[in-house]
């Protein structure tokens, strides 16, 4: 028994508590009520099983124990038994939400003095826990409220006095540094939260990266507009300051060349002033797309940076800054997908429940991913969008197994996000038209057949956590995926850390860059039917993903029993099967060389990966090999750079 319960006027004499560490993995349904004996736990775990019957759940031996850990370990960090940042794996539709408001409302009913903050991506998904909170009984003036969506919006209004209101929810991006967040509104009655309720991964640090071939790019083409204008226009400062900027990258990159083995060293870059900052910033005229890695430079400037190596996606420069304030000493982070995020695992300050990993506490057993082995990056995906219609295989085979559902069989497609001329979404839709699919058709509501939902429903990669709205589609489709560019990957890693300077092997990058690929995956298809859950079982959902490696796709079905993994049988599959292994064995093979090798001939490549293929799907391979890696073909050699 915590010191703080028996503070509490109000409350019973309560029994002794049982650990969590108490908890096994025999645990039934008959004890597990009886496994937190406190005035907080044990009613909240109740009503949490209570809301989840009257949602249509059945509420498993091994889900009641997982909600017992979890809820536990809620008030454990209330109550300050336990401290530090501690992560619970609860799969997604088992309740996390719910089991917040059950807490929150039994805390506020029992009387007990913890203050509690919550937090949450996105405001929707903030807004409706407010509205939760309140369904529950909780009084509105004990709740504050903290977004930045304009007034007049369809969410509630950000709420004042903030430091008397026990419950306070805020999005992370208010709460991490540079969210434009007073630190004191996140405080009760003077002092810091008892205990935070974090949903989704905490990930510590904001991190910055520029690729070497962007950067370079963006200098050369203001050098090259600044030489036909006047000296001494801000352009031509720009222009000068950057100048430096690579000289001084250019130095550590040749360092780290002449000697593999010498550790990265701090980089400082030529100092500005506010003002010069802010003058540039306004020079950067069109096409701003080009010219993001020098605003991105301006941001960076004062910090201190390091180089990412060039043999890993072409290299570039990073740095990060620690954004979720390290005050946060109790935070519980209801993260489903933690068991498998390497990021997670990277942070010295969280620690992940390992009760959580491989306990079938829901089960798949009717779901089904099926993957097509093609590369599904933006560039990728692009070609595959463009073109005549009778070109675009991804359309025709997508438009095949569209045509094949039934009528009440509601779709779900994630694409990327616009940015150059192609909009895929659209493209994609156009083709779906022409292939005699109405897109206008709707299906009854599952939860009220008196309702009409759309059949077809568009999210764009990103927003695999953005809404539960979809969740009467039964498939499911992945239109290529994102994703996260070694240097990118690279900044998150050392921000983890907390430590520029740690060591950063290729294959702890590709580790990062497929547990977000799983990340994306598992949380994306869990915005349609499979969220749900029948007597422990996930609704029947069919998930189609477009993604070369197939290691992303086992790790999303790892947090998944019973799920099936097979083939997207496509009659593309078999080409672009032979031109990605070419590929990813020439990037091997250049990925390989000593970090000095600036060249190297196309006889010695073609003799070294060993994969017999033809012509053209040879010279797609290299071509797609040396972007990825920063290569160019020079008649017949690949040089770097």
Not at 314 to 322: D, E, K, P, R, W
Not at 375 to 395: I, K, L, N, T, W
């Amino acid at each position: 028994m915590t010191a703080a319960l028996h503070t509490i006027a109000a409350a019973p004499v309560l029994p002794s508590r049982v650990p969590l560490n108490a908890i096994s993995s025999s645990s039934s349904v008959a004890t597990a009520d009886h496994l937190y004996s406190d005035a907080l736990t044990l009613p909240a775990v109740r009503r949490t099983r209570e809301l989840l019957t009257g949602f249509g759940s059945t509420v498993s031996a091994e889900h009641a124990e997982a909600l017992n850990r979890m809820i536990g370990g809620f008030t454990r960090l209330a109550s300050g038994e336990l401290s530090g940042r501690h992560a619970y794996g609860l799969p997604c539709g088992c309740g996390k939400t719910v089991a917040v408001r059950a807490w929150c409302g039994t805390l506020i009913r029992a009387g007990l003095p913890y203050s509690v903050m919550i937090t949450a991506s996105r405001i929707d998904e903030l807004d409706d826990i407010y509205r939760q909170l309140i369904a529950e009984g909780v009084p509105p003036d004990a709740v504050g409220l903290i977004h930045s969506e304009p007034a007049g919006h369809r969410f509630t209004p950000p709420t004042t006095d903030n430091q008397r209101r026990q419950i306070l929810i805020v999005t992370h991006m208010r709460l991490k540094k540079g969210g434009g967040l007073d630190h004191d509104e996140l405080l009760y009655r003077g002092r810091s939260r008892d205990v935070v309720l974090w949903d989704e991964a905490c990930i510590i640090s904001s991190s910055r990266g520029i690729g070497f071939e962007s950067l370079a790019g963006a200098i050369g083409w203001v050098e090259n507009v600044a030489a036909a204008g006047e000296p001494d226009a801000p352009l031509a400062r720009l222009a000068r300051w950057a100048t430096r900027c690579w000289s001084v990258i250019q130095r550590e990159r040749r360092a780290q060349r002449d000697d593999p083995r010498r550790k990265p060293e701090l980089l400082s870059l030529p100092a500005l002033t506010e003002r010069q900052a802010a003058e540039f910033r306004v020079a950067l005229l069109p096409p701003r797309d080009l010219l993001d890695p020098l605003e991105v430079l301006i941001e960076i400037h004062a910090e201190q940076l390091r180089l990412l190596g060039t043999g890993q996606g072409g290299g570039g420069v990073l740095t990060y800054t620690i954004s979720v304030p390290p005050t946060l000493r109790h935070v519980a982070i209801l993260d489903a997908s933690a068991p498998i995020r390497e990021l997670v695992k990277e942070d010295p300050t969280i620690a992940v429940d390992p009760w959580f990993a491989g306990r079938a506490i829901k089960r798949y057993s009717r779901v089904t991913i099926r993957h097509w082995r093609m590369s599904g990056g933006r560039q990728r995906m692009e070609a595959a969008f463009g073109g005549r219609r009778e070109d675009r295989v991804v359309s025709k085979e997508i438009a095949a197994r569209v045509l094949a559902l039934g009528p009440d069989e509601a779709v779900l497609f994630f694409t990327h996000k616009k940015r150059g001329k192609i909009d895929m979404a659209e493209v994609l839709k156009g083709d779906l038209r022409a292939a005699g699919i109405d897109l206008d058709a709707t299906v009854p509501d599952p939860a009220d057949p008196e309702k009409r939902l759309p059949r077809f429903c568009w999210l764009t990669h990103g927003r695999e956590t953005a809404s539960n709205r979809y969740k009467h589609c039964s498939h499911v489709f992945f239109v290529g995926t994102t994703h996260l560019p070694d240097v990118a990957a690279a900044g998150q890693l050392v921000g983890q850390r907390d430590d520029l300077l740690s060591p950063l092997p290729h294959s702890r990058i590709a580790d990062i860059q497929a547990s977000e690929k799983a990340n994306n995956i598992y949380q994306g298809l869990h915005r349609a039917a499979c969220r749900d859950t029948v007597d422990g079982e996930a609704k029947a959902t069919t998930v189609h993903v477009i993604l070369w490696d197939a290691k992303p796709v086992a790790l999303a079905a790892s947090l998944m029993p019973g799920c099936r993994i097979e083939p997207w049988r496509t009659e593309a599959e078999a080409e672009e099967t032979r031109t990605e292994a070419a590929a990813e064995a020439i990037l091997a093979f250049l990925g390989g060389l000593p970090e000095g090798t600036g060249k190297v001939s196309i006889k010695a490549v073609k003799a070294a990966y060993g994969v017999a293929v033809g012509h053209k799907i040879w010279c797609i391979a290299r071509d797609r090999a040396c972007s990825r890696a920063g290569w160019k073909v020079a008649g017949r050699s690949l040089i770097r750079g």
